[in-house]
């Protein structure tokens, strides 16, 4: 019984205490749970910009346009150096631009800022991918691989629950603007806490 469930808890205790890899998952989970907006979107839409179903769906695929294009550039051009200031510089774009979209009144610079914001994102989860798979041997990949994604599935439900909740308390736009400065925050927080994510230059040998 207690093998089992040391077999279980693997992936938890090898992202624990590989603090690159815990950094790395945990700085986007926190990212997304303090910056996603898109649960705002429809209120924003309606009740800032004053637009339609299209621009909200102009919204709503902007992020999705900027990550993609971003991915295509990546599969091309995929980073070599200073891993750990692209990862932080895109988690920290992805804050400024919720701030951004918070402070707008035009759809246009939404659209843009929301573009930019996947950008960055997709930058992120390049970086944690690639730092997932490279630092987690063999034997275990399959159950680090589970906590990554429990942790992007929880950090995006959690994230537009956070933003609906916050709305409510403080109005739509407030809310957009606490969670981009509270993206920031955690970034600076991290530069300090996790010093080997920040200084981290090439991607590390696959470890078998």
């Known amino acids: 019984s207690d093998w089992r469930w040391r077999d279980v808890l693997g992936g938890f205790v090898f992202v624990w205490q590989k603090k690159p890899v815990l ?18 979107l429809p209120a924003y839409a309606d009740e800032v910009l004053h637009v339609g179903p299209m621009g909200l769906g102009f919204m709503r695929a902007a992020p999705g346009v900027g990550a993609a294009i971003v991915a295509f550039w ?4 995929p980073i070599q150096r200073h ?3 692209w990862m932080f510089g ?47 041997p063999d034997a275990i ?21 956070r933003a609906g909740v916050v709305g409510e308390w403080i109005g739509t736009l407030p809310s957009m603007i606490w ?23 090439r991607f590390p040998e696959p470890v078998h």
């Open 141 to 161: 990949r399959g159950r680090v691989s589970a906590v990554n994604s429990m942790f992007i599935g929880a950090s995006n439900e959690l994230g537009q629950f």
């Open 74 to 77: 990546l599969g091309i051009r």
């Open 90 to 136: 895109g988690v920290a774009l992805f804050g400024i631009c919720m701030i951004t979209v918070g402070l707008s009144a035009s759809l246009w610079l939404s659209i843009a800022a929301l573009v930019f914001a996947g950008a960055g994102d997709m930058v992120s989860v390049f970086v944690r991918g690639m730092l997932v798979q490279l630092e987690t």
């Open 179 to 201: 969670g981009g400065v509270c993206t920031l925050a955690v970034v600076g927080s991290y530069l300090g806490l996790f010093p080997q994510l920040r200084k981290l230059d």
């Open 23 to 40: 950094g790395a998952i945990s700085l986007d989970l926190f990212a997304v749970l303090f910056g996603g907006v898109v649960g705002l």
């Open 83 to 85: 891993a750990g200031t």
